[in-house]
């Protein structure tokens, strides 16, 4: 195993999620609900969590947000993305660690998308201290479901490309 | 696409449906509306909401300053200096149980209500 090819890749994966978190954030959503987002880099999260394992997706997840702090520098919206990120990633590890026979790729990232709304209307309601926050969930939800299904239709794809990358360049 | 993915998918559907009209039923039992405006945990100040009310109240926090417009039973943010601006395309609100929410800011609009006894009005 050459891991030098393998901290390029993840380096790499970690470029494409910050590119698409930024990108992200230059789209305006038809709803405003506060925490929205399309969660385009969940692609990149659940690809890496499909390809490389749960601790690699871990880092990778944990140095996009980082990065976005530094980015965007609004540590507000960090704490809120910090705790999405990683809640959903252990759900989406879950789900598709014990379940994955009854799930596919879709339906991990709807339930990944569902723990980071559930994280993140929770985190905001405990930081602004109030419950009625949580009104904004069932929203959350339904929105939820286009992106988290256009997630893990997307991973597909992506899972699909990446393993042929890497079976060619013989990395393992 | 597995058959669990598409009962997942009606699931969730159920639970966001269901918890839509949670927050709609519990809007409907108040016939006295006040907003509240909350900075940082702490009420800012709070106003009867009714169709006579006309009101601008400027919040200002260490990270900017929210303009709050309350006129004809509705509240909207007008004008914000937040980077994402969410408060302001929220539009207005109008009944108990919505709220505007300026996260960058910690400023939260609610609409509350409370519950009057019609028995003790007529009495």
Avoid at chain 1, 28 to 55: Q, R, W
């Amino acid at each position: 195993m050459n891991r030098t090819r393998e901290f390029i890749f993840l380096a790499l994966l970690t470029a494409f999620a910050v590119l698409l978190s930024v990108f992200e954030n230059l789209i305006p959503l038809p709803i405003a609900a506060p925490g929205a987002k399309l969660g385009l880099a969940n692609m990149i999260i659940l690809s890496t969590l499909v390809v490389f394992g749960f601790k690699k997706s871990f880092t990778v997840n944990i140095v996009r947000t980082f990065l976005i702090l530094i980015i965007i520098g609004n540590p507000i919206s960090f704490i809120y993305s910090f705790f999405g990120a990683i809640s959903s990633l252990i759900v989406m590890y879950i789900v598709y660690k014990y379940f994955s026979k009854y799930f596919s790729l879709i339906g991990v990232s709807i339930l990944g998308a569902v723990a980071h709304n559930t994280a993140q209307v929770a985190t905001a309601s405990f930081i602004l201290e109030n419950i009625n926050i949580f009104s904004y969930l069932p929203i959350m939800y339904l929105i939820s479901l286009f992106t988290g299904f256009f997630v893990g239709f997307s991973s597909n794809f992506i899972v699909k490309h990446l393993n042929k990358i890497l079976n060619k360049v013989d990395w393992r | 696409m597995t058959k669990y993915d598409k009962i997942l998918i009606v699931i969730v559907v159920v639970i966001s449906l269901f918890g839509m009209y949670l927050v709609k039923e519990k809007a409907l039992n108040y016939n006295k509306k006040y907003v509240e405006i909350i900075v940082d945990g702490n009420e800012h100040s709070k106003y009867v909401l009714d169709d006579k009310i006309d009101k601008e109240i400027k919040v200002e926090v260490d990270e900017g300053y929210n303009i709050i417009h309350i006129h004809d039973g509705q509240v909207i943010v007008e004008e914000s200096n937040c980077d994402n601006q969410l408060c302001v395309r929220k539009g207005v609100i109008e009944e108990p149980g919505e709220l505007i929410v300026c996260l960058p800011h910690k400023v939260v609009v609610q609409i509350t209500g409370t519950q009057e006894d019609l028995d003790s009005i007529s009495y």
